[in-house]
């Protein structure tokens, strides 16, 4: 509620003078708006901030972030074995394919 002195000051003026003051605090104003909104939509009636709610979820969020973050360790790590089985099979394709060359040749001399 940074900007509250000068919103505050906006709405007292008379509405001729509000297009110019307007004009010269455009940012303030509708900052201040916007965050007025926001916490009209996030408190609801109540006008205090449910601060230990918010510890909670955010402790909630950290678990549930750190939990989802070893997932994304654990199929990094299997993709990274699914490539050296890839490559693998690769490397045995192209063996294969060169000892098939080879034995026509053989047979063909």
Do not use: P
Not at 76 to 85: H, I, L, P, S
Not at 92 to 103: F, I, R, Y
Request: proline letters at 0%.
């Amino acid at each position: 509620m940074k900007y509250k002195k000068t919103y505050k000051a906006y709405i007292k003026l008379k509405k001729s003078k509000q297009e110019d003051f307007y004009n010269e605090h455009t940012a303030e104003i509708i900052l201040f708006e916007s965050a007025k909104k926001y916490l009209k939509e996030h408190l609801g009636e109540s006008k205090t901030l449910a601060i230990s709610k918010w510890e909670t979820e955010v402790t909630t969020l950290k678990k549930e972030k750190k939990s989802l973050y070893n997932q994304i360790l654990e199929i990094r790590e299997e993709v990274e074995q699914a490539e050296k089985v890839k490559t693998c099979i690769e490397q045995l394709q192209e063996n294969s394919k060169e000892l098939k060359q080879s034995k026509n040749k053989d047979f063909q001399l």
